[in-house]
């Protein structure tokens, strides 16, 4: 219990310590900001009641971390803000405002004496709407900070400074003709950058300054709606409105600032027009001649609509030519064509009246149109010109047929052609040889009538196609033609054949009645109800004995056997005769050979031998196949000898295969030196001595030359016993002959030489064969001042040994 009390009472002490630190805290670091004038209140000694002053404070009217600027000064001077002021300022200048944050020292600035606050630059509230600042109080001598640095914040107070503008500068809309009231067209929006929550100076009011009395906008939304009823709002009256917009902050008020914007309303096209002729009566006139589908001329209706609304398409409705003329529509140019639709004759008939009525292809809004009519009508009048036509046969065709045995001379059909004009002129009748042209017929230039002029054969050709030429006789020019189709009759007059030939076989050991062969039969006629034939042996012959026929009944028959056995010695081939029959009239037969070898078989009945022609004819291949195999044996045999053509003749390896390759290659020339003994292209004497080259030998491979090689001093020959240059000599001819780099030819190389050139010739020690005190140098004061001193050196010197 006693330790519970002890920690309520240390409890009770430092809740009473930190209010008495938390209250001298908040008096003596304090800063009280003056907007205006304030009130200041004494507070008296409670200790006592001695009524002495210990401390003065002072009361704050509002919260003072928040200033407000007007944007926009305008004035000459700095714009005064407010006041920043301290408790512990007792007005001795020992104090020191210091301000920090957004523009301080820039925009803002602060008076260190006394915390005067000022703006120095014209600010706009749509650049930035607020700033934050930092203020701090220090002691001027020591530069210790008194106060804690405080955050305030200035607002700029919002003028009506910024016009509403729109979201664009130029609308594009449009909305359909015949439209009710109030119909909505578009919706305008204009931003205006003032503060909209201090205020109106944001608050916009639309309005229409131009476009009355077609379209109207509602203040407050700026949406756009039509003005007028559907009767007044007519595309075909007009197309295009221009509308300006105005919208107005302040509410709209008296000083308000405004902005505009125009909007182009285009009216869209609805089918509200029937399309009308531009006159009601047409006239043609076209030529009887003209052919079917042929355009005779073109009437136009105008549509007052535009694109599909104005499509339309006519047709011929009435009038006396309505079988005769047709009517089409032009997709492009929305004009109807009048076109033939059958053979016109001006004899018959010289003019046609029609009937033609137009509409839209579209659904018609009919709800303007009253008691008009949604349809028009206009009357074609078609005259027919006459033309001279020619000869005009009564058929588009004939046919006609004949037996293919009719005599020369038979009648086959007739043809009938006239002049459709009024002079009704004689016609002349012909054949065109170019479809008859083995001039199997004729026709009667009079009266048409088509015969025969040579023997025909079905079986040759069953069908004749020929063009017979109508002429009028006084205008040979009008001709026309008329085609005539012959066909030929059959008559049985080809006897029936084997459908092939027939050869087979029968073994030597058989037995009597074995079918050895069926045989079938082709006729070249052609018989209504189809063809028929009988099977027979010939009534004579010593082959009845042999063999027999039997009729299948299904224009087939067999051949079967008489005997039980045949002798391939005895006789070793069976002709036997067949007679075919048919069964026309009349009758036809002709006799066809089966070719029966006799042979020796197996116990299953299969050939294992015949005659050398039989074994031919039965085992060996057909014509066709020998001929095949044939021609793949000449085949393969061109394929190789192409192929070892082709191989011999391989395009041989360039020397050099790049051009850009220049450097040494070994290049064979296929061609051998002849080594020693081959002395015209170079001396081999080079080899053993320079100096043994004779004068009066060149070279055959270079042009000779007097200055090839110069005058040679005549000097002491080195003697050919000399070992050292033999041996350097030989070893070099060696090392040349082993070496694979070396050219495969014979080439000339020089060891231990030392040039030709000069006339002092080689200094080499292995070139001379005696001493230095053999040699002349006399020589040497001819070759002028230079050499001169040199001669009398060696000279003096050859002097002094000889003395």
């Known amino acids: 219990l006693k330790i519970e009390q002890f920690m309520t009472c240390l409890l009770v002490m430092l809740w009473a310590s930190l209010s008495l630190y938390v209250d001298n805290m908040s008096i003596t670091r304090r800063i009280v900001v003056e907007m205006g004038e304030m009130e200041g209140e004494k507070e008296e000694d409670r200790d006592g009641g001695k009524g002495e002053k210990l401390l003065k404070r002072f009361k704050r009217g509002w919260m003072w971390n928040q200033f407000f600027l007007q944007e926009e000064y305008t004035g000459s001077d700095k714009q005064y803000i407010g006041k920043l002021q301290s408790d512990m300022d007792r007005g001795d200048g020992t104090l020191k405002y210091i301000l920090s944050g957004d523009g301080a020292g820039d925009i803002f600035t602060i008076d260190e004496n006394n915390?005067?606050?000022?703006?120095?630059?014209?600010?706009d509230r749509e650049d930035k709407a607020f700033y934050t600042l930092r203020a701090t109080v220090v002691n001027k001598n020591t530069g210790i900070k008194l106060e804690p640095e405080t955050e305030f914040i200035v607002k700029l107070h919002d003028i009506n400074d910024n016009e509403p503008i729109f979201t664009k500068e130029l609308y594009t809309v449009s909305v359909p003709e015949r439209s009710n009231m109030g119909t909505s067209v578009t919706q305008v929006t204009a931003t205006d950058a003032d503060d909209s929550m201090y205020g109106n100076s944001a608050k916009l009011r639309y309005s229409i300054s131009q476009g009355h009395p077609y379209f109207s906008v509602e203040p407050d939304t700026g949406i756009i709606r039509t003005a007028l009823g559907p009767g007044e709002m007519d595309r075909e009256k007009r197309e295009h409105y221009q509308v300006v917009i105005e919208a107005k902050d302040m509410a709209g008020q008296r000083g308000g600032l405004t902005g505009t914007t125009t909007v182009n309303i285009t009216l869209t096209d609805v089918n509200d027009n029937p399309p009308r002729f531009s006159q009601s009566i047409y006239q043609f006139s076209v030529p009887e001649s003209m052919k079917a589908g042929t355009p005779v001329g073109r009437i136009k209706a105008v549509d007052k609509d535009l694109g599909k609304n104005a499509e339309m398409f006519y047709n011929v409705v009435g009038g006396d030519g309505l079988d005769m003329f047709d009517v089409i529509t032009d997709k492009d140019s929305q004009e109807g064509i009048i076109t033939v639709g059958k053979p016109l004759d001006y004899e018959k008939t010289r003019s046609y009246t029609l009937e033609i009525q137009v509409q839209n292809t579209q659904t018609l809004d009919t709800r303007f149109l009253g008691y008009l009519p949604t349809k028009d009508m206009?009357?074609?009048?078609?005259?027919?010109?006459?033309?001279d036509e020619p000869p005009l046969f009564e058929r588009a065709s004939y046919m006609m047929e004949v037996k293919?045995?009719?005599?020369?001379?038979?009648?086959?059909?007739?043809?009938?052609?006239?002049?459709?004009?009024?002079?009704?002129?004689?016609?002349?009748?012909?054949?065109?040889?170019?479809?008859?042209?083995?001039?199997?017929?004729?026709?009667?230039?009079?009266?048409?009538?088509?015969?025969?002029?040579?023997?025909?054969?079905?079986?040759?050709?069953?069908?004749?196609?020929?063009s017979v030429i109508a002429t009028e006789f006084n205008k040979p020019l009008q001709t026309s033609r008329g085609p005539v189709y012959i066909r030929l009759l059959d008559v049985n007059d080809n006897a029936p054949t084997f459908a092939s030939f027939y050869e087979t076989f029968v073994c030597e050991k058989t037995k009597a009645g074995q079918k050895i062969q069926t045989v079938s039969a082709v006729d070249a006629d052609d018989p209504a109800g189809g063809h028929k034939f009988f099977f027979s042996l010939a009534t004579e012959g010593a082959y009845r004995g042999n063999f027999t026929v039997r009729d299948n009944g299904d224009n087939t028959a067999g051949?079967?056997?008489?005997?039980?056995?045949?002798?391939?010695?005895?006789?070793?081939?069976?002709?036997?005769?067949?007679?075919?029959?048919?069964?026309?009239?009349?009758?036809?037969?002709?006799?066809?050979?089966?070719?029966?070898?006799?042979?020796?078989?197996?116990?299953?009945?299969?050939?294992?031998?015949?005659?050398?022609?039989?074994?031919?004819?039965?085992?060996?291949?057909?014509?066709?196949?020998?001929?095949?195999?044939?021609?793949?044996?000449?085949?393969?045999?061109?394929?190789?000898?192409?192929?070892?053509?082709l191989k011999k003749q391989k395009k041989k390896e360039p020397l050099i295969i790049s051009k850009e390759d220049v450097r040494d290659n070994v290049v064979s020339y296929n061609d051998e030196g002849g080594g020693e003994e081959d002395t015209q292209?170079?001396?081999?004497?080079?080899?053993?001595?320079?100096?043994?080259?004779?004068?009066?030998?060149?070279?055959?491979?270079?042009?000779?030359?007097?200055?090839?090689?110069?005058p040679l001093r005549q000097t002491v020959i080195p003697s050919r016993d000399n070992a050292d240059v033999r041996d350097f000599i030989n070893q070099r001819v060696q090392d040349n002959d082993n070496n694979p780099t070396a050219p495969p030819y014979d080439s000339l190389a020089t060891y231990a030489y030392e040039g030709t050139g000069s006339v002092a010739e080689s200094l080499s020690s292995l070139g001379s064969a005696s001493s230095e005190g053999d040699q002349d140098y006399n020589y040497l004061s001819d070759w002028g001042p230079r050499f001169r001193k040199l001669a009398d050196m060696y000279g003096a010197e050859d002097s002094d040994c000889d003395s």
């Open 115 to 123: 915390g005067d606050l000022h703006a120095n630059k014209r600010l």
């Open 378 to 387: 206009a009357t074609v009048r078609i005259g027919i010109e006459d033309v």
């Open 404 to 466: 293919e045995d009719a005599a020369v001379g038979t009648a086959v059909g007739s043809v009938r052609a006239m002049d459709p004009d009024g002079y009704n002129s004689p016609v002349r009748y012909s054949i065109d040889r170019r479809t008859d042209l083995d001039r199997l017929f004729n026709v009667h230039s009079g009266n048409g009538s088509v015969f025969i002029t040579r023997p025909l054969d079905r079986e040759e050709a069953a069908w004749h196609n020929i």
């Open 559 to 645: 051949v079967l056997t008489r005997r039980s056995s045949y002798s391939r010695l005895h006789k070793s081939v069976y002709l036997v005769p067949v007679v075919i029959t048919d069964g026309d009239f009349p009758m036809q037969s002709s006799t066809g050979t089966l070719t029966v070898r006799v042979c020796t078989c197996d116990r299953e009945g299969n050939m294992e031998l015949c005659n050398a022609e039989a074994q031919t004819s039965s085992a060996g291949l057909s014509t066709g196949a020998l001929v095949a195999i044939l021609l793949c044996v000449i085949i393969l045999l061109m394929i190789i000898v192409l192929f070892a053509a």
């Open 681 to 710: 292209a170079f001396d081999i004497g080079a080899l053993r001595n320079p100096e043994a080259i004779e004068e009066s030998k060149q070279r055959r491979d270079i042009i000779p030359s007097d200055t090839l090689y110069p």
